[in-house]
């Protein structure tokens, strides 16, 4: 089995590197493919944020803990295309004809200042850490389940982050393509074997739901003990938000390497309908209470399950499926990752000198990623830190978006520190933590980070007697603040 999946692991990355022979030149072919990516190359690459490792074992142990609370995954990255529909074009277009190439480039230019767009790759570039170590952590578990080694899971981490950062060098935003198609095609084959194995073996369609709900009938409610209604309202606010206004890096290279506005807009109408296939795992935590101990942890609730219900060699070629679900978004954050530090921080240096600076970080990234995925970490959590940490540039995206910025830079900049500082305590100070209850702290980080950013603005309107307002529409971009 373990031959197997190194060996699917490979193929992943060979396949990534594969795109390298179609790179383009300069930063721009590399990072967004020169902003000419196909509707349906274009749609794998938005499809991507929807089938990761969180989908496939962190909404099994979601649904094995709390029921039909792990139901808000499909609730979030349903509602947030309904605000990516209008925003993602506008920034697309935006994009092409002022020349960004990441987020922070549109801070700098939206708001005129450079020191704003730095902020903002920091803080992006720290907080995708988290994510891209709960996909190392991810592929480890995945292998590690289905193996039954623990040397397996650590060389399979190692081997998978390698070929990562090789194809990912070597095949930029086209190389990460390729390897979605293959994910995406692959995830949906492994998570229909494991629905209907697991579901099979419980005793099939309904019967299962109605022993379900003489097991535990709090499953299917909100009501499971940590995963209320509250709970469920404010996670799915918050990640609705944060993934509508775009506020993840790793993301807008893909949205920025569309061909148009109107291929995101034609892509965004179907993936609400693909995110229905994140039931299937949550189906299966929640079967998954009627033959495996309740004391087993919530992140190995998947593999458990289909082990009881699968042969071997079937297992194996789900987790190979598993390690892709894990290898492409880890692939994006890294790329995202390098892009924020080498455009926006060493600004200054010639396009090769930034590209020398994007592999260093992306290696750097890459190993700080997987050394603290050698502790075993919470997936659900990760992502909730992720979510809730940079939903807080929402607001300076919504206010960006005009022809006119109306909002000052220092209001901005003031509202993102008090939410991000806020997440940051309530996320590592537990008693902190413990005092919101059920409450998201990214919300409530969120509704402070408004707050913030109004006094500010209101004191700097004073000061100065009027609305500051910011064209930069007709504005070169060699010409804006820096």
Known sequence: MTVIIICGIILIGALGMLGGRRREKGMSGWLVAGRKLPTWTSWFLQAGESLTTFSFLGLAGLGFVGGVSGAYAVGYLTACLCIQYFVAPRIRNIAASRGYLTMADFFRDRYRSRPLSIIIAVVGALFLIPYLELQLTGLGLIVQLATGSQTARGLSMVLASALVVVFVIMGGIRGIARVSIFKDFGMLIALAIVTVGVVGFAGGFPEVFAAVAKADDALLTTHAPGFDAIWWVSAVAITTIGAGFQTFPHLWPPMLAAKSG????????????????????????????????????????????????????????????????????????????????????????????????????????????????????????????????????????????PRRVRLSTVAVASGIVAGVLFVAVTTFVPAAGLALGSWDNGLVGLAINVVVLGIVEAVVRMRRGSTPEFDTADIPAEEVEV
């Not at 892709?324 to 880890?330: D, G, I, L, N, S």
């Not at 530090?341 to 600076?357: D, I, Q, S």
Request: glycine share 8%; no cysteine; net charge positive.
């Open 262 to 401: 109107q291929v995101l807009r034609s892509n965004i109408k179907w993936l609400a309908v693909y995110q229905l296939l994140l039931f299937m795992p949550i189906t299966v935590g929640m079967v998954a209470v009627l033959f495996i101990p309740s004391s087993t942890v919530p992140n190995q609730v998947l593999f458990t399950a289909a082990q009881h219900a699968l042969p071997e060699w079937l297992v194996a070629v789900v987790a190979v499926f598993g390690a892709a679900a894990a290898m492409v978004p880890a692939a994006a954050i890294s790329m995202g990752i390098g892009s924020l530090v080498a455009n926006n921080v060493t600004y200054r240096l010639p396009e090769r000198g930034r590209f020398v600076v994007t592999r260093v970080t992306i290696i750097v990234a890459m190993v700080l990623a997987l050394a603290l995925g050698i502790v075993k970490s919470d997936i659900g959590a990760l992502l909730l830190l992720t979510y809730g940490g940079l939903a807080q540039m929402a607001p300076a995206v919504a206010a960006g978006l």
